[in-house]
């Protein structure tokens, strides 16, 4: 449930940062493209913007609005804050292991329940907080 929040929540700034770059493009251009933009820029764009977003959101100690509203939070596995390097960590490899479904496979199958994202990154997805959070 938290990652189609995440989703929904990220789709309006992403496409403004498009937007954004996209005039841009056609303001500083001379010739007749509209701004349009070369699709690797967009895909690195759509890349950096979540990668920061996910990084920002998963370490010391702070959650994304979905994570917030459905009581969820990433712990290092001590119990500890996540650093920024390990949520990146966990980020980079999050992606392709939620698009090839991997993660679901791992979740089932393993005592502890723990995706590939959270071994490798060395976290865990906990509910509930034991502090509070404002």
């Known amino acids: 449930m938290a990652m189609v929040y995440e989703t929904i929540l990220l789709v ?6 498009i937007l954004v ?6 303001y500083i251009s001379n010739d007749n493209s509209e701004g349009t933009l070369h ?18 959101g998963w370490s010391n100690n702070r959650v994304t609005l979905p994570m917030k509203t459905l009581n969820l939070r990433i712990v290092s596995r001590s119990g500890g804050s996540v650093t920024t390097g390990s949520a990146f960590v966990r980020f980079l490899i999050a992606v392709p292991s939620i698009l090839t479904g991997i993660w679901l496979i791992s979740a089932f199958l393993r005592n502890d329940g723990l995706c590939p994202q959270d071994i490798i ?6 509910q509930g907080t ?4 404002s």
């Open 39 to 56: 699709p690797v820029f967009v895909q690195l764009l759509v890349f950096f913007l979540t990668a920061g977003y996910f990084t920002w």
């Open 130 to 133: 034991n502090e509070s959070t």
């Open 21 to 26: 770059c996209s005039l841009f493009k056609a």
């Open 12 to 17: 309006g700034p992403i496409f403004f940062s």
């Open 121 to 126: 990154s060395q976290t865990m997805l906990v």
